[in-house]
Structure formats: structure tokens, C-alpha cells
């Protein structure tokens, strides 16, 4: 599956977005920090950690006897360049375009 698809179908779960809103709040938890958070089990919350791992989004990291997990943004950017910002451009010059045709201003 190409990393795109793993980014989707990471994203595409609301608990795995709660668990990675988690994380934005205050990165480094633990799987029990998280675990605390969600009405699941310890082991369905690894199994979405393990996802979100697999998809590039989480990085975790062994502190002695801990294991700490991180946001990792870069592949919800390269999302964004490749899928949002490609098809929102053309509208927003538009709009420039006809904000500077309506006020009379010289391009």
C-alpha cells in the first residue's frame, strides 16, 4: 500500500484523529497517558497506535522503562501539498484576480 493510502486509512478513523489530537496537545504521552483517554481497551489502543506507527504519523521512542510516543506531522503535510493545496491555488487566484478587477487595480 503506498503511503498515501496508509496516511488515509490512519486518518480515516476517529479514535486514531483523537489519539493524534492527543498527541498535538501535549506529545511524548505514554500508552497509558492515552490510554486513559479513550473507552477502549489498552489493547485496542495499541492496535491504533500500531496503525498510526505503520502510516508514518506516530514515532515512538523507548525512555527506560517507557515507551513515548510523538507526533509526526510531515505526513499530513504531504497530504495537504499533494491533495488540498493543488486544488485550492486556482480558487484563491481567483478570487485575487477578482479582488484586484473590482477595486481597479493594475496586476
Not at 486509512?9 to 483517554?37: I, N, V, W, Y
Not at 523507548?62 to 493543488?86: A, S, T, Y
Not at 485575487?96 to 496586476?107: I, M, Q
Request: hydrophobic share 40%; charged share 35%.
Amino acid at each position: 500500500m503506498p503511503d498515501d493510502d496508509l496516511v488515509f486509512k490512519a486518518l480515516a478513523d476517529p479514535t486514531r484523529r483523537f489519539l493524534l489530537d492527543l498527541l498535538f496537545e501535549r506529545d511524548g504521552r505514554t500508552l497509558t497517558e492515552l490510554e486513559t483517554q479513550v473507552a477502549m481497551t489498552r489493547f485496542g489502543v495499541m492496535k491504533h497506535l500500531k496503525l498510526l506507527e505503520e502510516a508514518g504519523l506516530v514515532v515512538a521512542r523507548k525512555e527506560g522503562r517507557e515507551k513515548r510516543h510523538f507526533l509526526n506531522p510531515v505526513p499530513i503535510r504531504q497530504i495537504h501539498d499533494r491533495w488540498i493545496d493543488k486544488y485550492t491555488e486556482r480558487r484563491v487566484t481567483a478570487l485575487l484576480d477578482l479582488k484586484t478587477e473590482l477595486e481597479g487595480e493594475e496586476p
